[in-house]
């Protein structure tokens, strides 16, 4: 398989969030506007590629038995990591995604690479994989926000194109983050998964 | 087996502890300054603010901070004041002037609805009708129960709330003028 392939991969065939449905519930729950999904995205990418790297480079050494703690372990350690980071330079970023950050330990999508692909692969083409996975959970949140957004508050990224803040709230709630999602699923497997 | 899990543990363990050291400052730093920042803006200029202390009302602890000018006089006290709204803990802080009138107030942390309740954070309409708001002269409930606090559209809830979370922080301003003058004699 191609290094490219691994990337685009992650984005279009295997995307986590439109084909997989992995993660659904940071999904649902923090795409309220754009630059939320965005920031979980790229928070979710960055544990993702560093659990996937060390965990290709332990796998050959962790017997079967104990595979799953260990991975979790590892993963948990990146997260806690994580967390501590964002509480210490970002503050505004963590308040907004607060408990969703110690929850992506937990999400399908960091523990469903670590299983599938990277315990199997080399260090780097875990790497890739994982670049690509998360690239595509990040676009997809993006997206999904900022269709939320755009409906829900009348904005994009936060600049306000309505005037007065009255957008479709239902968006901003959790029946317009399904609704969304549903649509967005549809369209993306129609036209973007087939080409 | 137990090696490998044991030894995982350990040297995530080792990663972490180091993290938190590390982290632990830049964390205190951004906390007191968002603290700081929140008590600059419920009040008017003040040269100087006081530690973290805790008034007790109803039973509960408010913490609080006195602020006071270059001749050491009392502009005001800045009262962290938590409530129950609409979806979990509602946490103000309010400004209060040494003439008992509301300087300003800012919401610390919520987990309102967003794109209704939240508003109660950002929404100008409804934060800047508690600067220089005056007790004495205004019914601190929503319109809605017959008070003189516009409430924000569709989220009465959460501006119940907010009313409530002011006026605890009244009750926690008495109760400190009250030790004050107590000390005094």
Not at chain 1, 100 to 111: A, E, G, K, T, Y
Not at chain 2, 77 to 83: N, T
Not at chain 2, 118 to 142: E, I, R, Y
Request: hydrophobic share 50%; with cysteine; net charge neutral.
């Amino acid at each position: 398989m191609s290094k490219f392939k691994l990337i685009t991969d992650g984005l279009v065939r295997n995307n986590p969030t439109f084909v997989l449905l992995l993660g659904m519930c940071p999904t649902l729950a923090t795409t309220t506007s754009a630059v939320n999904g965005l920031s979980m995205g790229l928070a979710t990418l960055f544990v993702l590629v560093l659990s996937n790297m060390a965990i290709s480079a332990i796998a050959p050494v962790v017997p079967d038995k104990v595979h799953i703690p260990v991975y979790i372990v590892v993963i948990a350690t990146f997260v806690t990591l994580l967390q501590l980071l964002m509480q210490a330079y970002t503050p505004s970023v963590y308040e907004t995604l607060g408990l969703f950050i110690p929850l992506i330990v937990v999400n399908c999508i960091v523990l469903g690479r670590a299983e599938a692909f990277a315990s199997k692969h080399g260090v780097l083409d875990s790497a890739l994989d994982g670049i690509g996975v998360g690239l595509g959970f990040t676009l997809s949140l993006t997206v999904l926000g900022l269709v939320r957004e755009v409906l829900g508050s009348g904005s994009v990224f936060g600049w306000n194109f309505i005037g007065g803040n009255d957008g479709m709230l239902a968006f901003v709630m959790a029946p317009g983050a399904f609704l969304c999602l549903g649509y967005l699923m549809v369209l993306f497997n129609k036209f973007v998964k087939k080409s | 087996m137990v090696l490998v899990l044991g030894l995982t543990c350990l040297l995530c363990s080792a990663v972490l502890g180091g993290a938190y050291v590390l982290t632990k400052e830049p964390i205190a730093a951004a906390a007191a300054q968002k603290t700081s920042r929140a008590i600059a803006q419920v009040l008017p200029s003040f040269e100087k603010a006081s530690e973290r202390d805790f008034v007790q009302v109803y039973g509960k602890d408010f913490p609080y901070y006195a602020a006071f000018d270059a001749q050491g006089k009392l502009v005001g006290y800045a009262i962290e004041s938590s409530v129950v709204g609409f979806g979990g803990p509602l946490t103000l802080m309010v400004g209060i002037t040494f003439q008992r009138v509301v300087c300003n107030t800012s919401v610390l942390s919520h987990s309102e609805t967003p794109g209704l309740g939240a508003k109660c954070s950002a929404d100008p309409k409804f934060t800047s009708q508690w600067q220089g708001f005056d007790p004495s002269v205004k019914k601190l409930t929503v319109t809605k129960d017959g008070g003189d606090v516009d409430a924000i559209t569709a989220s009465t809830i959460t501006s119940r709330a907010y009313a409530l979370a002011v006026e605890n922080a009244l009750a926690a301003f008495d109760e400190l003028l009250k030790e004050k003058e107590v000390s005094h004699e």
